[in-house]
C-alpha cells in the first residue's frame, strides 16, 4: 500500500544495498578493458545496479516530469520574464515545441506535465496534448515570501504527496528512471533562498540571473531574498516548514518525485538549480534520497555547484545549461543509459579470450 | 575527383563559412527559451549548421572508425598490458564485445575497424564480424621510435591517406558524422612524444599512466620517450616527418580521418588522447582542421587537456574516461545529436505564442 503522508514515506525509505554495489564492482572488474577504465560511466552503472537491485540494469522506459508553478514573489521584479510566461510554456510543453519536448524525444523519454499550481487554469480535454497534463493545482501561484510564508503547512504537504503520487503511478506502470523538471517565472528566487538556506552558503554565492536579469533586478533580487528569509525565519531542519515558507509548489511536487524514488528504488534524474533546490527538501526530510539521485548536470547558476556538494552529488554534465524544464536530466539520461548498455553489454576478459594485464 | 596525395588533401580544406554560423545564431535567438539558455548545445548545433552549410543539419548516420596498429617502442616496457592484446582487442571488437561496441550500439553509431599496422594478420572472410574490419596494413607494428624513426616517410603518407580514404568512402556512403578511435598497445606513449612536441609542454606535464602502469614503469616512459625525441629530433613544423619520425600507423590513420572530414565538411568527433595525437598531425599539416573537429571527452590522461587547447576545442564531456577505442567519442555524438535536434525541432516564440523577455 502506498504511504499516504509525508511521514510514511520517509518511513519507507530504505539506504541502498552495499552489496549490489560491490557485485557489480566484481563485475566491472571483469570486463575487457584496463581497470575502471570507462571512469564515472562505471559508477552510474553500478549505482544502477544497486539501485535496482539487479546485475541486470534498465533504463530503457524514461519519463520526465515537468512541475509548473506560478509564484507570487515574481511580483517583486525578480524575473526577466513576464509571470504569464509560466502557463504559456505549460501549453508548450503539451505541444512537444519547447526545449524539453525536443530533448526527452531524443532521449526516448515520456513528457509529463504537472500544474501544481499555475495561475491560469488549462483543461486538459480542451487544449492540443493535453493527455500529458496532469492537475493537482494546489493554489493559483503562491503567495509573496516577502510579505509572509509562500504558502501553508498543509499546501507544502500536499505538494509532496502529490508529487510523490504522480512519481508512484509512472513507477507503478513500469517507468524505470525518472527525470525532474521546472516551469515558473521566479522560481530561481525560491531556489536561491531554499538553497541559502540549506546549505548556509551567502547570498552572493547563491543568487544568479535566472532567465537573464541585470546587474539592478540581481541586486534586488538578493535583497527580497535575504529580507523573506529574514521575515520568516524558516527552520533548516523542517523540510516541510521550509518548503511552505520560501518554496513553490512546483518545488514541493519535485521533492516528491525525488522521494517515490527512493522509496521505489527507482533513479531519479535531478535537472538544474530548481530541480535541485527540490532535491535539498526531500533531503532535508530524508538524507538517503542523495543515494538514488544521479545530477544530471551543472547549470551556470551560481550556486547550483554549493547545492549538490550538499547533497554529495556530483554532475554528469557540465554544458553550460541553464533552461531547466528538465533539459539537463533527460540529456543526462543518454549518458546513463550508455553506461547500463556498457555494463551489460561488454565482455568479460575469458568470454574475450583477451589476456588480461602483465602484472 | 578524390585528392590522392596529402598535399592536395589540404589544399582541398577550406575555412567554415561564418555566414551559416550567423544564420544559425539568428535562429537559436527566436527559439522559445532565455537567450541561449541551453549553453554550449546551440555552439555544438550551429557549427553543425556551419560545417554541413545548413539550418537543417544531420547526424543521423553516425559511424566510428577505431584504427588499430601495434608499436615496436612496447618493448620498452611502457605499457602494463602485452602487445598481443592489441590484436586480440581488434577480434573484440568483431565480435561486437568490446566498449567502443557497446557505446556505437547506444549512439546508433557502426564500428568500422582498420588494420592499420597490428602485427597479425587478421582476415576479414575468416572471422566472425569479418566484413566491418578493413586492412590498410602499413606494415607489422612500428619500429620503436627508441632507436630511429617509427616509419618511413612514405609510410606515414601512406597511412594519412588510408585513413582519409577510409573515411571519405564512408562520407560518400552517406555518414553525417565520424568518430574517431584507436587500438595500439604502447601508443600513448607515441601520443604524448607527439604531444610534447607539438604543444611545447614538459614530459610531466604530458605524460601519464595509460592503460595502468605503476611509477616505475611511469619514470621509463617519461625517459624512453625523452630519449626518443632527442634522437630523432623532429621538426614540429613538418606533420608528416613527425608522425613519421614519433607516430602509430594508427595515429596516422586517425589523422587521415580527421583530414577527410574537413575536406568533406562532416563533423568529425575526436575521442581521446591518442585521437588528439592524430588531431595534431592534422593540424599540424593543415591548422582548419580545428573548426571541422569537436572532442568528444576530456580524457584521464594528464596532458590531454594541454593538446586540446592547442587545438581550440573544449570537450563535450569530462566523465573520467580513458579508454579509448572511439569511446568518448561516440558517447559525446549522442549529445551533440540532442543539440541538433533541438535546434531543429524547439519553436520560435512566436510559433509558441509566448511572450519574449520583459526589458
Redesign the interface.
Known amino acids: 500500500m502506498r504511504p499516504n503522508n509525508v511521514n510514511a514515506i520517509v518511513a519507507a525509505i530504505g539506504p541502498l544495498d552495499a552489496q549490489w554495489i560491490e557485485k557489480a564492482r566484481a563485475r566491472t572488474a571483469q570486463?575487457?578493458?584496463?581497470?575502471r577504465?570507462?571512469?564515472?560511466?562505471h559508477d552510474i552503472a553500478e549505482r544502477c545496479c544497486a539501485i535496482q537491485a539487479t546485475l541486470h540494469p534498465s533504463l530503457d522506459r524514461k519519463a520526465v516530469v515537468v512541475m509548473a508553478g506560478d509564484h507570487g514573489i515574481a511580483a517583486e521584479g525578480v524575473?526577466?520574464?513576464?509571470q504569464?510566461?509560466t502557463g504559456?510554456?505549460v501549453?508548450?510543453f503539451l505541444?512537444g515545441?519547447?526545449?524539453i519536448?525536443?530533448?526527452a524525444?531524443?532521449?526516448g523519454a515520456q513528457v509529463w506535465v504537472v500544474d501544481m499550481g499555475i495561475i491560469p487554469d488549462i483543461d486538459p480535454q480542451g487544449v492540443p496534448g493535453g493527455h500529458q497534463l496532469k492537475v493537482s493545482k494546489i493554489g493559483p501561484g503562491t503567495a509573496s515570501f516577502l510579505r509572509g510564508p509562500a504558502m501553508s503547512r498543509d499546501q507544502a504537504e500536499a505538494a509532496l504527496l502529490a508529487g510523490f503520487n504522480h512519481a508512484a503511478d509512472l513507477f507503478e506502470a513500469g517507468v524505470q528512471v525518472l527525470g525532474t523538471g521546472d516551469m515558473g517565472i521566479a522560481n530561481t528566487t525560491s531556489s536561491a533562498a531554499i538553497g541559502a538556506v540549506l546549505t548556509g552558503a551567502s547570498l552572493d554565492e547563491m543568487v544568479g540571473r535566472g532567465?537573464?536579469i541585470?546587474d539592478q533586478s540581481l541586486a534586488r533580487k538578493k535583497t527580497v531574498i535575504a529580507q523573506g528569509i529574514e521575515r520568516n525565519r524558516p527552520d533548516a531542519g523542517d523540510g516541510v516548514e521550509l518548503l511552505a515558507k520560501l518554496g513553490g509548489f512546483e518545488i514541493g511536487g519535485i521533492a516528491g518525485l525525488i522521494l517515490a524514488g527512493a522509496c521505489y528504488r527507482r533513479p531519479v534524474v535531478v535537472d538544474g538549480f530548481i530541480s535541485t533546490a527540490g532535491a535539498l527538501i526531500a533531503h532535508a526530510l530524508c538524507p538517503l534520497v542523495s543515494d538514488y539521485c544521479f545530477a544530471g548536470h551543472q547549470s551556470?547558476e551560481p550556486g547550483h555547484g554549493l547545492m549538490l556538494r550538499h547533497l554529495g552529488l556530483a554532475p554528469?554534465?557540465?554544458?553550460?545549461?541553464?533552461?531547466g524544464e528538465g533539459?539537463g536530466g533527460a540529456?543526462a539520461m543518454?549518458?546513463m543509459?550508455?553506461a547500463v548498455?556498457?555494463f551489460?553489454?561488454?565482455?568479460t576478459f575469458e568470454?574475450?579470450?583477451?589476456?588480461e594485464?602483465?602484472?
Open positions: 570486463l575487457v578493458m584496463p581497470p577504465a570507462l571512469g564515472r560511466l524575473s526577466a520574464f513576464p504569464a510566461v504559456a510554456m501549453r508548450t505541444t515545441g519547447a526545449g519536448n525536443a530533448i524525444r531524443h532521449a532567465t537573464g541585470d551556470e554528469i554534465l557540465n554544458l553550460g545549461m541553464r533552461l533539459t540529456l543518454t549518458i543509459q550508455g548498455r556498457m551489460k553489454e561488454v565482455m568470454e574475450a579470450g583477451v589476456a594485464k602483465n602484472r
